[in-house]
């Protein structure tokens, strides 16, 4: 499978501020999903994309599929301490419906 | 529960032993998938399966990887001659069906496998 380039690696921020995060791909994607991993425990769904151009928000997260549909965003507002953990992206084509992975963004809010 | 259960939760066994580990997916779902993860990897696609048809495999590293899902619903893959770089997390997810739109893909836990 093809591995997406996800950016930052890594962020440090303080409760309250907003993040961004994004993921790209050379290959074009028919859907795009974002999860978020805690220790010990399997990845969560937070956000599914199936339309270039397509916003879609839950709760204080916002993604985006990008129009050229070989990239992603995913916004956060007003951080909590719980939001803590590794968030990955991942890609989908029409041909497949294994799911390509970034190799996360690690989020770290200080109280 | 309601959603995907793997167990053991964690396994740690001798290089060159036999592992399975166990996939129960969410009920109802058709689609049944293995992952891997290695330490601070995004997944790996290894097997899918879907329904009755023949799973697609082309993500199994090697001819030592194995998985088979009995009537539809539990899943077992299992690793043979096991060496160290098998070391990882092994994630199980199902959905609805193949991926498409509503239909994205929930994970299990996982089960930790620690060679020695």
């Known amino acids: 499978g093809q591995q997406l380039n996800q950016s930052p690696q890594s962020m440090f921020i303080q409760e309250g501020e907003d993040v961004s995060m994004n993921c790209t791909s050379s290959?074009?994607?028919?859907?795009w999903l974002w999860y978020k991993q805690d220790p010990g425990e399997g990845p969560v769904l937070l956000i599914a994309l199936y339309k270039a151009g397509e916003l879609t928000s839950n709760g204080r997260l916002t993604a985006q599929f990008g129009i050229t549909r070989k990239d992603s965003f995913l916004n956060i507002s007003a951080s909590i301490p719980s939001d803590v953990g590794i968030y990955f992206c991942?890609?989908?084509?029409?041909?497949?419906?294994?799911?390509?992975f970034g190799k996360g963004t690690s989020l770290l809010v200080t109280p | 529960g309601a959603g995907v259960s793997q167990s053991p939760s964690n396994k740690v066994t001798e290089k060159g032993k036999d592992v399975e580990l166990r996939c129960d997916p969410i009920?109802?779902?058709?689609?049944l998938y293995w992952y891997r993860q290695s330490l601070g990897q995004g997944l790996e696609f290894l097997i899918y399966?879907?329904?009755?048809?023949?799973?697609?495999k082309s993500g199994l590293p090697s001819d030592r990887f194995s998985a088979e899902r009995t009537g539809g619903s539990v899943s077992t893959l299992t690793i043979q001659r096991t060496q160290q770089e098998d070391s990882a997390v092994y994630l199980c997810?199902?959905?609805?069906?193949?991926?498409?739109?509503?239909?994205?893909?929930?994970f299990g836990d996982g089960t930790r496998l620690s060679i020695l």
């Open positions: 991942a890609g989908a084509s029409n041909s497949g419906y294994a799911l390509n």
């Open positions: 009920s109802g779902h058709t689609a």
């Open positions: 290959s074009i994607f028919n859907t």
């Open positions: 997810a199902s959905s609805l069906s193949a991926t498409g739109r509503n239909q994205p893909q929930h």
């Open positions: 399966f879907q329904g009755n048809s023949a799973p697609d």
